[in-house]
């Protein structure tokens, strides 16, 4: 059972690259350095791997900790289930699920982010972790996105893994602030896991520098083009 833990665990976390032609590849070389260069409007969440050990730069409250593999492993839950050694736990012990933990960043209005994380759950029992992820704008408190994040396979604790989550939110100020309420169905037995919280814009609006290197580039390609033209001629 250990064994199948650890595989899921690999699978998960080595995704080996796509492959591509020679031609994606030189093409590639070209439009990443431009990409590179509009996605300059990066939010920032801090400490959102828990490596710190503390909740420091979050806002918490409720029943949720910091913990770590150590501390997991010494209480007799072997495995890996923090990427490094901290994860934050919600609901820990049989107490009352009432975590919260939030955090507010530096936005760009108008700015598409993708957030990310990991969650799973800590588990000898049946009762279904989740926790409700919240984005809201802090100047207007306008909802931006909600997200739900669930691991109800039932398993024992050997079986769990964290799994992946994603979405997107557009900002609209300066001031956005991510939350995690834990929504577990029960407490007892089950603990909700949390780790790997980012952040990052997934596109923008260029800005005249880039404007200016990616007309750059473009005749760049229109000399090569036209190279071509005249030796084939
Ligand atoms: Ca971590
Ligand atoms: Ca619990």
């Known amino acids: 059972m250990q064994f199948s833990f650890l595989l899921s665990f690999n699978r998960l976390t080595k995704v080996a690259p796509p492959r591509g032609t020679n031609s994606l590849r030189r093409f590639s070389l070209l439009v990443v350095p431009l990409l590179a260069a509009v996605g300059t409007h990066a939010a920032t969440v801090q400490n959102g791997d828990f490596e710190s050990g503390t909740f420091d730069n979050w806002s ?18 072997p495995g890996d289930f923090a990427s490094g050694n901290y994860a934050a736990i919600f609901g820990t012990a049989n107490r009352e699920n009432n975590g919260v933990l939030s955090q ?6 108008a700015q598409l982010y993708q957030v990310s994380f990991q969650y799973g759950k800590l588990s000898s029992g049946q009762f279904e972790q989740s926790v409700e992820v919240t984005i809201r704008d802090v100047s207007s408190n306008t909802v931006l996105a909600t997200f739900r994040a669930a691991d109800n396979t039932g398993e024992s604790i050997i079986g769990q893994v964290m799994s992946p989550f994603t979405f997107n939110f557009a900002a609209i100020s300066s001031q956005s602030t991510i939350s995690f309420r834990d929504s577990s169905l029960g407490t007892i037995e089950a603990d909700g896991l949390l780790d790997r919280v980012s952040v990052s814009a997934v596109s923008s609006v260029p800005e005249p520098e880039t404007y200016a290197m990616m007309l750059a580039g473009l005749g760049l390609i229109g000399t090569i083009a036209r190279r071509r033209r005249a030796k084939q001629a």
Do not use: A, I
Not at 69 to 75: C, H, M, Y
């Open 60 to 77: 918490q409250s409720g029943n949720v900790h910091v913990v770590s593999d150590t501390v997991l492993n010494q209480n007799s839950f």
């Open 104 to 109: 507010s960043f530096t936005t760009t209005q």
